[in-house]
């Protein structure tokens, strides 16, 4: 019966603990998924955007990098 009484007090320690602290970004990315900020589609079109032109850059580095292997063995 006592470890009931454990069982129960620490049930009752630990709810406080499972409030919400939502900050900002906490939320901005819920409402992300849930497609619920407001110029959703502006936001996403934009993300689409920068995503894109983080991808050509890493492109471009390689590119880079192969050329200046290609430099190398071509002056061996």
């Known amino acids: ?3 009931n009484y454990l ?3 620490a049930a009752l320690a630990l ?3 499972c409030e919400r602290h ?3 970004e906490v939320k901005e990315k819920i409402d992300d ?3 619920r900020r407001p110029n959703e589609g502006i936001k996403d079109a934009t993300e689409d955007v920068k995503d894109a032109a983080k991808d050509v850059g890493d492109e471009i580095k390689d ?3 192969e050329i200046k292997e290609d430099v190398k ?3 061996r």
Request: aromatic share 4%; proline share 10%; glycine share 4%.
């Open 1 to 3: 019966m006592k470890l």
């Open 7 to 9: 069982f129960a007090a």
């Open 15 to 17: 709810i406080p603990a």
């Open 22 to 24: 939502e900050t900002p």
């Open 33 to 35: 998924a849930l497609d």
């Open 63 to 65: 590119a880079g990098k």
């Open 73 to 75: 063995d071509a002056t």
